[in-house]
T-cell receptor
Framework: AQTVTQSQPEMSVQEAETVTLSCTYD???????LFWYKQPPSRQMILVIR??????QNATENRFSVNFQKAAKSFSLKISDSQLGDTAMYFC????????????????FGKGTKLSVKP | DTGVSQNPRHKITKRGQNVTFRCDPI?????LYWYRQTLGQGPEFLTY????????KSRLLSDRFSAERPKGSFSTLEIQRTEQGDSAMYLC????????????FGAGTRLSVL
């Protein structure tokens, strides 16, 4: 069974600074996807960034980038130029490739990291 | 594209009562997922539908839980004889079912069982 571990329950960063959130996972699969979702207080979960396991190049989305280390099973999220609106719970999630046998496409989430951006 | 809609946003009930939640997915999304999120935890998978067919149920989904998706459109999740342990946020997500299966989440229904 796959597991996702986020070892930092809470983090804080000053506005405009850079912060890195950690995520490790365990799987025997070779084809899978990794995601970071953001859940602002009392609001819906939003996809921040995704990474396909077969791609060596790290994904980037504006101020958000990942450091994907497949051999180490590590998938950290870097937020540059932090903004007050980045304050939220951040969840790392794993999904087995949808078209592999037995995959239902459901996400397996870590426990989350609560990020506070301070002015 | 109006997003995933869930109703009600909050539900307070007494132990032993039945409750039903509704999820309206993004139109033309053929996959619909239900997750449960308890305090301090990430969401956990409950069940999913491809069109109107319920194809997988987690062991978390006891016999008191039932889900439907008639005509492959909206879905309902019913909990019978609620228990205090059912208190949680119930999240719905939908996707097109392509390989990367990007899931779009609703705001959730928060259930409190007294």
């Amino acid at each position: 069974a796959q597991t996702v571990t986020q070892s930092q329950p809470e983090m804080s960063v000053q506005e405009a600074e850079t912060v890195t959130l950690s995520c490790t996972y365990d799987t025997s699969e070779n084809n899978y996807y990794l995601f970071w979702y953001k859940q602002p207080p009392s609001r819906q979960m939003i996809l921040v960034i995704r990474q396909e396991a077969y791609k060596q190049q790290n994904a980037t989305e504006n101020r958000f980038s990942v450091n994907f280390q497949k051999a180490a099973k590590s998938f950290s999220l870097k937020i540059s130029d932090s903004q007050l609106g980045d304050t939220a719970m951040y969840f790392c999630a794993f999904m087995k490739h949808l078209y592999l046998g037995g995959s239902q496409g459901n996400l397996i989430f870590g426990k989350g990291t609560k990020l506070s951006v301070k002015p | 594209d109006t997003g995933v809609s869930q109703n009600p946003r909050h539900k307070i009930t007494k132990r032993g009562q039945n409750v039903t939640f509704r999820c309206d997915p993004i139109s033309e999304h053929n996959r619909l997922y239900w997750y449960r999120q308890t305090l301090g935890q990430g969401p956990e998978f409950l069940t999913y539908f491809q069109n109107e067919a319920q194809l997988e149920k987690s062991r978390l989904l006891s016999d008191r839980f039932s889900a439907e998706r008639p005509k492959g459109s909206f879905s309902t999740l019913e909990i019978q004889r609620t228990e205090q342990g059912d208190s949680a946020m119930y999240l719905c997500a939908s996707s097109r079912g392509e390989a990367k299966n990007i899931q779009y989440f609703g705001a959730g229904t928060r259930l409190s069982v007294l």
